[in-house]
């Protein structure tokens, strides 16, 4: 026979919040007599599992990663230690720092850094702003707007090393468009690629004409993401449209700038097929590039080594580049982004 616990004037106490919320049972996932949550068997094993079941779809990219990138930065920075020409096993005569030292010395990779800054100030000065603009001009309601954006980003379907054929006709010195443009206004054509005095900002040409397209598209992604009622109450107070630029869509734009920064700058410290196609790298050097100097060495010299050497440091001066920007430049942005992410979950 059941009974009932029977409270003040003979009305029935509420069940137990420990004891459970029905009769006869506790509730699910609590102990009958224990004060807290308990963990069945059940769902730890779930847990093992799920834990399980990432780790094995982790593993085939993890094994990618660490053959296709983690093994040949070691293997780099092992060979660099080494005076070796590629053939013959492993290297057997070590150098030590040796070929670190002779970096600091070679007049041709000191060009390489002297060359890649020119090519990242013309980027961040001339590039980017270009392309910004380009971004705001197509975000206006022009006609036949989508044709001209898919006009402006289709240089960058275009593979690199066509992209360097192309522009090798284009600067050609006799049948080369540009000469014949010129030659239209009375001007004298020029050897763009074979005069190292302009065959640097030739080069910049086609790495603009090439990846300006990329950056607009950035730009042109974040500006739409900028609401339309903060313009229009810019509007609305009287601002005119520069003033609207400047404090409200140039400010919200700041991450996709510093976005776009980075991916220049980034850009510009490892390119090498468009300059190996474009110009080789000569003359004499003028165009010539880290990665360049880095395959000549390599594969042209047979001096393994050095060229691992070029390697290190290269890798060494894009991370170094990499941590000192998220730290000091996209800090707020990083910050920004882990700030929501915690705020979703």
Known sequence: MKTTTQGPEGVPAPPSRRTGTREGGARPGFAPDGPGPRVDGSLRRRRRLDKLTVALFLAPALALFVVLVVGPIVLAMYTSLFKWNGFGGLPEDFVGLDNFRRLLE??????????????????????????????????????????????????YVLSEVITAVLFTMVFSPSQGLVNQVMSVFGMEGQEWLANPSTVLYALFFVISWKYFGLHMILYLAGRQSIPKELTEAALTDGAGAWQVFRHVTLPLLGPTIRISIFLSIIGAIQLFDMVWVLTGGGPIHASETMAVTMFQYGFRRSEVGYASAISVAMFLISLVFALLYQRFVMRRDIEGAITTMRDKR
């Open 106 to 155: 070679d007049e041709v990779f000191i060009g390489d850094l002297r060359r890649g800054l020119i090519l990242v100030v013309l980027s961040v000065v001339v590039q980017l702003p270009i392309a910004l603009g380009l971004a705001l001009l197509l975000n206006q309601p022009l006609r036949g707007r989508a044709f001209y954006r898919l006009v402006f980003f289709a240089p």
